[in-house]
């Protein structure tokens, strides 16, 4: 088992940043960020690979979010700037324990989840 607890969000004006923080309880290789707003469905946000090497983006959010980690303290970051009100949702941490062989834009590549960070921004 492993828990992750995800932390940093809250209210931005458009055009503001926010970092969020994800710390997991035992080691984790992929990890990845997805967020649902409200009467949507879940979406792929960024992951990163084990290593850190390797960071994908959806494309809503390239060049505007930034995905890091640091192994040695278990946790996965996701910085954001130059927020909009369409990034306006609940944001859930999630991590791969197994070495997935599945996309990791896939919620299937993951098998724990947090709780979610809601960020909310104002326009």
């Known amino acids: 088992q492993v828990q992750l607890v995800e932390s940093g969000g809250g209210l931005v004006q458009a055009g503001g940043s926010l970092r969020l923080s994800c710390a997991a309880s035992?080691?984790?290789?992929?990890m990845g960020w997805f967020r649902q707003a409200p009467g949507k469905e879940r979406e792929f946000v960024s992951a990163i690979s084990w290593t850190g090497v390797n960071t994908y983006y959806a494309d809503s959010v390239k060049g505007r979010f930034t995905i890091s980690r640091d192994n040695a303290k278990n946790t996965v970051y996701l910085l954001m700037n130059s927020l909009k009100a369409e990034d306006t949702a609940a944001y859930y941490c999630a991590a791969d324990v197994t070495f997935t062989m599945v996309a990791f834009t896939h919620e299937g590549a993951y098998e724990y989840w947090g709780q979610g960070t809601q960020v909310t921004v104002s326009s």
């Open positions: 035992g080691r984790t290789y992929a």
